[in-house]
């Protein structure tokens, strides 16, 4: 076990250093996820161990009654070594159940193959379902050798065809924080007019994609809030298609962080699905390129298995077709260990999770993704 404490104030002026931008970082580690939760009702622990090692605990209160539930969003930062790990795991969750918090739920993405799953069961971590959309994931392996070209071979041949007639009916507009000067770079369109048209927009195309998938998303202003936050703090970027007459067809928002990009949302309008059927292809390969181009050492697609399937899909299933155009680029099916959880005191659990889980019930529909 490694010991936990709190982090001193010049220590979180640099906390997305130590959380958001080593390899395997995360966005839902930063100091801006925890500002953006902390608006919804859940109160941010900014914890040190002793080895230098952070970890952003989010915490939340159980209604009515004494005590509190906590999850470590993407954390602790997976390391090389699934027992150093596991020990930071171990270390924090003791820090926070010392301080009432009665279960502790962790989600880092760690390779099925590390052993990391052992690990967690010798320290009393169970599985649990996905607190995130996916589990797995599919990725693009780049690397300081690869270049545009070579990647691109990599792409299946009707995935280069689609992508390449994309390319005569589309822009891809690039909003990026991080561009100076309008220098978008080869392949991108400077963007024109206002961020928050173009976000309002891709909500729109969200809510008809969450119908047609089946997935619940966000309210305007909570997406709106959370996408202006990553946006300002550099750790997102927007990619918009527009057709011949700058009209959006499709958007993909993107996380930058841990040495990668990674799909965070991707939307179309139903209205051009058939008139643009490579919007998504030119999409993803752009943002493959950028990839390329910030020396990332993978482009991470998102993925492709859906709650009570958490394994590669099969023909057979909803996903396939997902799973398929995303294969296409060369993405290689990442096995990933997944949520875990461990509780600290059951009775007091039990209760707060049923009172929670009736006051959700309650509550109208539309709840966040």
Request: charged fraction near 30%; glycine fraction near 8%; proline fraction near 6%.
């Amino acid at each position: 076990m490694i010991e936990f404490r709190e982090a001193r104030p010049e220590e979180i002026e640099t906390w997305d250093d130590l959380t958001v931008k080593p390899p395997g970082g995360h966005v839902l580690q930063s100091r801006a996820w925890a500002t953006y939760r902390e608006q919804a009702g859940w109160h941010p622990r900014y914890l040190m161990g002793a080895d230098g090692s952070a970890v952003l605990a989010l915490l939340k209160p159980w209604p009515r009654i004494k005590g509190w539930s906590a999850y470590l969003s993407r954390g602790p930062v997976p390391t090389t070594d699934p027992r150093t790990l596991a020990a930071r795991l171990d270390g924090a969750t003791r820090y926070l159940t010392d301080k009432g918090v009665d279960v502790v739920a962790s989600d880092p993405q760690v390779l099925a193959s590390s052993g990391y799953a052992a690990e967690l069961e010798k320290i009393g971590f169970k599985p649990i379902e996905e607190i995130q959309p996916s589990r797995h994931r599919l990725s693009v392996p780049l690397g300081p050798d690869l270049d545009e070209e070579q990647a691109l071979a990599r792409v299946s041949k009707q995935t280069r065809q689609r992508i390449r007639k994309a390319e005569t009916e589309l822009r891809i507009v690039r909003w990026d924080k991080t561009v100076l000067r309008g220098a978008v770079g080869d392949g991108f369109t400077k963007p024109e007019g206002d961020l928050d048209w173009a976000l309002a927009k891709f909500h729109v195309m969200l809510v008809e994609t969450a119908r047609r998938r089946q997935f619940e998303i966000l309210p305007r202003k909570r997406f709106n809030d959370w996408a202006y936050a990553s946006y300002s703090a550099r750790q997102s970027l927007y990619l918009e298609a527009i057709d011949k007459r700058d009209a959006p067809v499709a958007g993909l928002l993107i996380y930058r962080h841990g040495e990668r990009l990674s799909t965070f949302l991707s939307a179309d309008f139903d209205s051009t699905r058939d008139a643009h059927p490579g919007a998504f292809h030119l999409l993803r390969w752009r943002a493959i390129q950028q990839a390329i181009r910030e020396g990332c050492s993978e482009m991470d697609l998102d993925g492709a298995d859906l709650a009570g399937a958490r394994s590669k899909p099969e023909p057979s299933d909803p996903a396939y077709g997902l799973y398929l155009h995303k294969k296409s680029f060369g993405a290689e099916w990442v096995e990933l260990t997944g949520a875990h959880e461990r509780v600290a005191r059951p009775m007091r659990y039990l209760a707060g999770r049923t009172i929670a889980n009736l006051q959700r019930r309650l509550r109208p529909s539309g709840r966040a993704r």
